[in-house]
């Protein structure tokens, strides 16, 4: 964790600069701490030996002063931590998406995305917490403490004494309050995450539960978790708890314990009133910061983990690494070999490909059928440089691929994917995907041979309808027909196509079969298949079998 | 919003004396706080006076008292909050659960996302703030800042006085002004979030694809104007919210100078015991933190109604479909299912997923049900299951309206296989069990059989007990299909439904399913609902559902 702090902290120098103006603000809001403390006990003091109000009142508006100064303070420690934060946030998520698309484009599922999106624009509050809160407050607790025990140092040095006796048991505190706390609280969100992800379990099956009549049997069970989980989190929480207490216990004590020996040394004669009041004031200042110190403690694990998140995501290696000397020959009229190639994700044993060779010929198509989990998928992506082979290479006209620029490598390839994403936007941009500067007149051309024509027209204003997230929902067949049109538009050498018939009915299925018809013309065309139908247009046949390996094609697969 | 809250306190009900004995707590700690810094002000004034040590016994155990108990108090009240919490929280789980379960599906399903019930159970699992973090703060503020200015009104009213403003203001002013304050910036800021947000699930989802076509410094060059434009207003909601704690401050420092000024001159004038003095400013200063945590619980509390109405409007929804006051008792096999020429609508003016539809289901027969996609065969399931009532014809069980019996009948009656059936994050096991608890291992097994999987559980280490995962994670889209296939064979319902049940598998084995389906299923009434080839041969009646979609 704290090496994660200094990476975070390290990370911008908009944090830098904050860390400075931090320092800076918690100075001067430690000296305003002990002028407060001294003017409240010169008026009190000046009172009791028979001042009348117009004797105290330039040190009353000094005191009023003051607390403007800290008001100002305090506006200063939030409005700095919140724009530190939203800048190092800001920047971390732009880094994201630069890694993803360059370094990683195939390693997030649409969930995943999610998730990840939310805590990159939502953390930020988590963050904020960090920034604007526990920082300042680390801040405080180092200069706030060390002022006062200064100053009470220079007025009463017995008293100061007794606060540095109890002060060592502080850091003894933090450290409990790190392990401890942290454990224990750890322990109860887990158990509240635990028992929510039950309750979304049940809930979302509520169909399947009342289907089979079982609806009602999962009252009792919620109501049951629920009540083991609040009896086990309460038991460590008694645990749990004990550390903030003592640590207050520490602080109250002391308070007490100053205010009883001033006390009686007041009443010795040996101290005077403003001198004693002074510590008195001061006195809970000392263990003050530190307390809250600790209550921001979760402030700051959820702005850290979000950061961890987001650091976890940015670190590994560059899958395809960016850069490379050559520009690769074209497919159309350079083959493209796969030769001896194996692939395993990293950090992952499995093979997904295991020493499997295959030849595109210029012009020709060839279906690649196998069953589920053969990795027909992997071998498209790393034809299109999503990630490279583990061992084995892949080449062009006998140029390795690695040794190539990927982005110029891939304008040379349409690729058709078993699940398109519609990004937000018109149709017409969606289909312009394959070549941004395409005309209307291109798309349009594209969409007819990709059979999506029709459904488009039919679509209320045609191809400037808005699809994506928030707009009209497409079916599955009508996604990969667009897909297929973006391959048209692209006019690409080498086409890829991912299942692009199945889950669909059979109709659906027709019209996409009719479109790669006339895709393939004049093209090179890997057809990925689960299916016999499809593949038996090919020119060729190649079979993956379990594990990844080429296998012999038989008709009966 | 009064009427919100008071639902929501209805539904997360916790036993009244457990609020009142956290918020006694709740109050005890801040006046104890109070009491130990009043205390120790009067026994310093009073030491200076030089009396006998004596003399000043009783304060010095006042000092001691509360510094003892002040941590007590807080210890005690933290755990009995977080007691509270888990109570309610339990509560409202039940109570949403129960009101959702009345819900036929359809009603659920409406909104057609997952994320509306992530949602729902995050706003749930908010409720258990509702006491913590809405409830206890405001009123523990009254009961000790009541407790602070009555005991400086016994000293001096005038004190006590500006005490009372200077609370008010901290308490009620300045937490109302910062929150109506973030509530401006924050609305202002959700619209950008939103807008980055489904920027980057596209960007990030989407990255082979914009890597594939080469757009990569594009979406970059968008997604940077977009984040420029949230951290704009960020900062812009920045200079607003940090005034909250200025503000605080001011009205601190306000109170304790009119404090000071009010003792000074009563002592001037006579009218108060020197060694008051600075009882009252220490007694003024401490009673603040009785209002401190107000406007973080006001904004709390504003999120929690904002999710509890989300609740509200979930939980209000009238059921659909009700149980008839005088139900038939079910019929015992044989009998046959029929759709009459059933119209079906999900929302009205919208197209029917079902016009003029017929069907029967009679014992021992093999019916095969094809069509596209959208030609409304899951509205047939939904119609067997009562899910949902048609608008005109009938759903006839034994040759009467299915309205007529108890919904937990029909559902006895009738298993289905569903295409999107829900796994649950358990045993393998536990998810065949689901309609049958009281299966043997032995029934199981035989399910698991027929569903032509159990090779493959027998095969692994945990056998039954394995873990599926969430959502089934863990299992491929076949052996999903299979073990929900093996759940409804479980069941021996009179009437089988297999909605696509051989969706991920290849051809061979979906054929030989098919084949030891329906020979498991002997003398019930089996619908297969399919748009492929397998079974067709097997049917012994095929019955096509029309696609009137454009393609």
């Not at chain 2, 909104?111 to 509702?130: A, H, I, K, M, P």
């Not at chain 2, 009656?413 to 608890?437: K, M, T």
Request: with cysteine; hydrophobic share 50%.
């Amino acid at each position: 964790m704290r090496a994660l702090d200094q990476r975070l902290l390290r990370r911008a120098k908009p944090v830098r600069l904050l860390l400075a103006a931090d320092a800076a603000l918690g100075v001067a809001a430690s000296v305003l701490v002990l002028v407060q403390a001294t003017l409240l006990a010169a008026i009190v003091a000046d009172a009791f030996s028979g001042a009348s109000l117009g004797d105290v009142l330039p040190k009353l508006e000094l005191l009023a002063l003051t607390f403007a100064g800290r008001a100002v303070l305090a506006w200063a420690f939030e409005i700095g931590g919140r724009r530190a934060a939203s800048s190092v946030l800001s920047e971390l998520r732009l880094a994201l998406v630069d890694r993803r698309l360059h370094d990683q484009p195939s390693a997030l599922d649409g969930a995943e995305a999610g998730e990840v999106a939310a805590s990159a624009v939502q953390g930020v509050e988590a963050l904020e917490s960090y920034f604007a809160r526990y920082l300042p407050q680390l801040v405080l607790a180092v200069t706030v403490p060390l002022a006062v025990l200064l100053w009470v140092g220079t007025i009463d040095p017995v008293s100061a004494g007794l606060m540095l006796l109890t002060l060592p048991l502080v850091p003894v505190f933090m450290w409990l309050i790190g392990r401890y706390t942290q454990e224990r609280t750890r322990e109860h969100w887990q158990a509240l995450r635990l028992l929510s992800t039950h309750f979304l379990d049940v809930v979302r099956g509520l169909p399947t539960l009342r289907a089979f009549n079982r609806g009602e049997a999962q009252t009792a069970a919620i109501s049951a978790v629920s009540e083991r989980y609040r009896r086990t989190t309460m038991a460590t929480l008694r645990v749990g708890f004990l550390s903030g207490t003592v640590l207050e216990l520490a602080a109250t004590l002391g308070v007490a314990l100053v205010a009883v020996t001033v006390g009686v040394r007041l009443a010795d004669g040996d101290l005077g009133l403003q001198a004693g009041l002074t510590v008195l004031v001061l006195a809970p200042e000392l263990y003050l910061p530190l307390r809250q110190l600790a209550a921001q403690f979760h402030a700051s694990a959820d702005g850290l983990a979000v950061a961890e998140r987001m650091f976890s995501l940015l670190d590994g290696p560059a899958v395809v690494p960016r850069g490379g000397r050559l520009i690769a020959p074209t497919p159309a009229e350079a083959p493209v070999r796969l030769e001896d190639v194996s692939f395993a994700y990293p950090g992952r044993a499995p093979l997904v490909l295991n020493h499997f060779d295959l030849e595109l010929v210029p012009g020709e198509t060839v279906a690649l059928v196998g069953p589920s989990g053969s990795g027909k998928t992997t071998v498209a992506k790393l034809l299109l440089r999503f990630a490279d082979p583990t061992t084995g290479c892949i080449s062009v006209g006998g140029v390795d691929l690695t040794e190539c620029r990927p982005e110029l490598w891939r304008q040379r390839i349409g690729w058709v994917p078993q699940h398109p994403t519609l990004f937000h936007g018109t149709v017409a941009d969606n289909i312009r995907l394959g070549d941004a500067r395409a005309s209307e007149q291109r798309v349009h051309d594209a969409a007819v041979l990709a059979g999506a024509d029709r459904f488009i027209e039919k679509l209320p204003v045609g191809y400037q309808t808005i699809v994506g997230d928030g707009g009209r929902p497409l079916s599955a067949g009508e996604r990969r027909r667009i897909a297929v049109a973006r391959a048209f538009v692209r006019d690409a050498q080498l086409v890829i196509l991912d299942e692009p018939t199945a889950d669909l009915d059979r109709r659906s299925a027709e019209v996409i079969a009719e479109a790669v018809e006339r895709l393939r013309i004049g093209r090179t065309v890997l057809l990925i298949a689960h299916r016999p139908e499809l593949a038996e247009r090919a020119d060729r046949v190649v079979a993956i079998g379990e594990g990844g390996t080429a296998v012999a094609w038989s008709d009966g697969l | 919003m009064t009427t919100t809250l008071r639902r929501l306190l209805a539904l997360a009900e916790v036993p009244r004396a457990r609020i009142a004995f956290a918020v006694t707590l709740g109050t005890l700690t801040v006046v104890f706080g109070i009491g130990l810094m009043a205390t120790a002000g009067y026994l310093i004034s009073r030491a200076a006076e030089r009396p006998a040590v004596l003399s000043l016994t009783v304060a010095i155990v006042g000092v001691r008292f509360f510094g003892l108990a002040r941590p007590l108090a807080r210890y005690l009240e933290r755990l009995t909050s977080h007691d509270v919490a888990f109570r309610a929280l339990t509560r409202a789980r039940v109570r949403v659960y129960r009101r959702l379960e009345r819900l036929a599906p359809p009603q659920l399903d409406s909104e057609r996302r997952g994320d509306l019930l992530t949602r729902l159970v995050s706003d749930v699992d908010s409720l258990q703030n509702l006491h913590l973090r809405g409830l206890a703060p405001p009123l523990v503020a009254l009961c000790a800042g009541t407790a602070a200015v009555a005991a400086t009104a016994v000293v001096l009213p005038e004190a006590a006085l500006v005490l009372a403003v200077g609370l008010l203001l901290g308490g009620v002013v300045v937490p109302a002004t910062s929150v109506a304050l973030a509530r401006r910036a924050s609305r202002r800021r959700a619209g950008a979030r939103g807008e980055l947000a489904s920027e980057l699930v596209e960007s990030l989802a989407g990255s082979e694809e914009l890597a594939a076509f080469g757009q990569e410094s594009d979406r970059l060059r968008r997604l940077r104007a977009a984040d420029r434009r949230l951290v704009r207003i960020s900062r812009r909601a920045a200079l607003a919210d940090g005034t909250g704690d200025g503000l605080r401050l001011l009205v601190v420092g306000a109170t304790l100078v009119g404090v000071l000024a009010a003792s000074v001159s009563a002592h001037a004038n006579g009218g108060l015991n020197r060694v008051l003095i600075a009882m009252l400013a220490l007694l003024a200063l401490a009673s603040f933190e009785a209002v401190q945590p107000l406007p973080e619980a006001l904004r709390e509390l504003g999120a929690t109604l904002a999710a509890g109405r989300r609740i509200l409007d979930l939980t209000d929804r009238e059921p659909s479909i009700c149980d008839p006051a005088l139900p038939l008792t079910a019929p015992t096999p044989p009998f046959t299912v029929a759709l009459e020429n059933v119209r079906v609508r999900y929302a009205p003016r919208e197209r029917p997923a079902l016009d003029g539809f017929s069907m029967r289901l009679e014992p021992g027969r093999r019916v095969v049900l094809l069509g596209p996609s959208g030609a409304g065969k899951s509205t047939v399931v939904n119609l067997l299951l009562r899910f949902i009532d048609p608008e005109r014809g009938y759903v006839t069980i034994d040759g009467r309206d299915i309205r007529s019996f108890r919904q937990a009948d029909v559902r006895r009656l009738i298993a289905v296989a569903a295409q999107d059936a829900y796994v649950f994050s358990a045993s393998i096991g536990e998810n065949v069990r689901l309609g049958r608890p009281d299966a043997s291992d032995a029934e199981v097994e035989q399910a698991l059989r027929s569903a032509r999987i159990w090779g493959w559980v027998a095969s692994l280490p945990h056998g039954l007990d394995t873990l599926v995962g969430e959502q089934g994670r863990e299992l491929s889209g076949g052996q999903r299909q299979r073990i929900v296939l093996a759940r409804a064979l479980l069941v021996e319902a009179p009437v089988l439904v297999l909605d696509e049940p051989t969706a991920h598998l290849d051809p061979p084995t979906a054929a030989r399913l098919i084949e030891d389906v329906f020979a498991a299923a002997g003398d019930r009434a089996v619908l297969l609902i399919t748009h492929r080839d397998e079974g067709l041969d097997l049917a012994d009646e095929l019955v096509v559902l029309r696609d009137d979609a454009p393609v």
